[in-house]
């Protein structure tokens, strides 16, 4: 039977420790958060900017809904693509230097628009192992021959892509990598592309906003250029403190997925409030650097606080600092304990991190103040 099937797999995550369980908030995103009548200090959200519930952004949307209404009421090639989306899409490519952007509803479907979108059977993907799980699922929907390579490897890349025969090569990884921090190294993955005549996706959905002058993101930060081969996918939910994503590239490169990525075409077009809202928030984005210093000396705080004590931090120069533990079970009863002390950090475990590897993902928004970050070092040391 189906049900007992599903029923006796939901057993084995229970005593694997794998179990995910919600937690409904009664207050909207922020360090300070009520859950069951209690109030926590987070340290869970991607709002890296905080400015998720930010007045400029409530107001843009208000306004915004009440010039746009709120639906957009069909897909972008029917009907649904409204000012506020074009506008948008202006702004995000002249922000990140490309020729056009086109914009998504999330992060995870503009993934699985390009890659199908760009390589299909005669073609190959290299892919970095530590790939976030949309970029992974984009792949295999592709049906591409895929090769990934170890962790931010580049002579492992370049051994692959000389042994490729494939018609269409394309790079895919993440700029920032999601569950440790890390950056990937885009110059070196450039110049393979460069040298092997290969696409290079990049993923920034936590660099966007963060990194780079004014914000503008990864490729920003290295000071790479917006070269014709490069592919460059910003998302909107995390640091731009909304919804949506957007590609921005080559003007026949955001032509031709504008035509064939089918969770462009096939989907209703996002909320032309979010656009809005979007809008204002670009722009408080490009004078965020008040807010980008305040995330890193709070991310400093943090490394100096925890530094020789017996938690485990990885090198990450982002606003994400994950506390490496191990074990499932382990870290789970840190979290718990954690959380016991009005700190909710959240556990992050397997499948989303390699089996062995189960970490507290502490990620700082400018949101936080240095006495909240103080209480997250004070109430770790006091478990060492
Ligand atoms: C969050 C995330 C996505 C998905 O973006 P959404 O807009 O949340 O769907 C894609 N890639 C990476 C690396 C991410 O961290």
């Known amino acids: ?22 937690r409904t908030l009664a207050s909207p995103c922020g360090p300070e958060a009520r859950v ?10 991607n709002d890296y900017l905080g400015l998720a519930g930010e007045p400029a952004l409530v107001d843009a949307a208000c306004a915004g809904a009440r010039a746009w209404g709120v639906g957009s009421g069909a ?11 074009a506008a948008l ?45 949309s970029l992974i699922d984009a792949v295999q929907l592709s049906r591409a021959d895929s090769r990934r390579y170890p962790h931010g490897d580049l002579a492992a890349l370049e051994r692959l892509l000389a042994a490729s025969r494939a018609r269409r090569k394309l790079i895919l990884t993440d700029a920032v990598f999601s569950m440790d921090g890390d950056l990937a190294p885009l110059p070196g ?25 004014q914000g503008r993101g990864s490729l920003a930060h290295f000071q790479l250029p917006a070269a014709r081969r490069l592919i460059y996918m910003g998302t909107l939910g995390k640091a731009a403190g909304a919804a949506g994503a957007f590609v921005a590239g080559d003007a026949t490169v955001i032509d031709w997925l504008e035509q064939r990525a ?22 408080l984005i490009a004078e965020g650097d008040t807010r980008r210093q305040r995330l890193w000396q709070l991310s400093a705080q943090l490394r100096e606080g925890l530094a020789a004590t017996r938690w485990r931090l990885l090198p ?34 397997p499948p989303t991190v390699p089996r062995g590897s189960a970490r507290l993902r502490v990620s700082l928004t400018a949101a936080h103040t240095p006495q909240h970050v103080a209480r997250l070092v004070d109430a770790l040391r006091g478990m060492a």
């Open 36 to 45: 069951d009548g209690r109030s926590l200090l987070s340290f869970c959200s």
């Open 316 to 349: 990450s120069p982002t606003a994400i600092q994950p506390v490496i533990i191990g074990d499932n079970h382990e870290t789970l009863r840190v979290a718990a304990a954690l959380y016991e002390h009005g700190l909710w950090v959240p556990a992050i475990r």
């Open 189 to 213: 993955l450039l110049a393979l592309a460069e040298r092997f005549d290969a696409w290079l996706v990049v993923d920034d959905a936590h660099g966007f906003g963060v990194l780079g002058p």
């Open 89 to 133: 899409e202006q702004q995000l490519a002249t922000f990140t230097g490309f020729a056009r952007a086109l914009l998504f509803s999330t992060g995870y479907m503009a993934n699985l628009g390009i890659v199908p979108a760009l390589v299909g059977r005669c073609d190959a993907v290299f892919a970095d192992r530590l790939n976030h799980a």
């Open 75 to 85: 897909s972008h090639l029917v009907s649904g693509h409204l000012r506020p989306h």
């Open 262 to 283: 089918r969770t462009y075409i096939f989907t209703t077009a996002g909320s032309p409030l979010v656009a809005c809202a979007l809008a204002a928030s670009l722009e």
């Open 1 to 22: 039977m189906i049900l007992e099937e599903l029923q006796s797999e939901l057993d084995h995550l229970q005593r694997d420790g794998l179990r995910r369980q919600r």
